[in-house]
C-alpha cells in the first residue's frame, strides 16, 4: 500500500473515532468519495491499524442500524419546510 494512502486511511479512522461521523460526513471533510471512504474504513483500516479499525467498526455499524432512523427525519423535515414542491 502507498504511503500516502496508508496515511490517510489512519488519518480518516482517527476522525471518525473521535468525531463519530458518518461515512458521508467524513467524506465532505477529507475531500473524498464516500466509496473511497467506504473502502478505507472498511478493508485498509483493517491491515493499517487493526484496534483502531475495531473501534471504526464499532461506530460504523451503529450508523448502519441508526440509516432508517436518519432518513425518516430528513424526509420529516423535508415536507416540513415544504420543500416538498
Known amino acids: 500500500m502507498k ?4 496515511s ?9 473515532y473521535q468525531t463519530h461521523d458518518t461515512i458521508r460526513e467524513s467524506a ?4 473524498l468519495s ?7 474504513l472498511s ?15 464499532k461506530i460504523l455499524d451503529l ?4 440509516k432508517h432512523i436518519r432518513g425518516g427525519e430528513s424526509t420529516k423535515l423535508k ?3 415544504g420543500k416538498n414542491k
Not at 8 to 16: A, D, F, M, N, S
Not at 28 to 31: A, C, I, S
Open 63 to 66: 450508523h448502519f442500524l441508526e
Open 8 to 16: 490517510r486511511t489512519r488519518e480518516l479512522g482517527e476522525y471518525v
Open 34 to 40: 464516500k466509496s473511497t471512504v467506504h473502502y478505507d
Open 79 to 81: 415536507y416540513q419546510n
Open 43 to 57: 478493508n485498509r483500516l483493517k491491515r493499517v491499524d487493526a484496534e483502531l479499525y475495531k473501534e471504526v467498526k
Open 28 to 31: 465532505k471533510k477529507f475531500n
Open 3 to 6: 504511503p500516502y494512502i496508508e
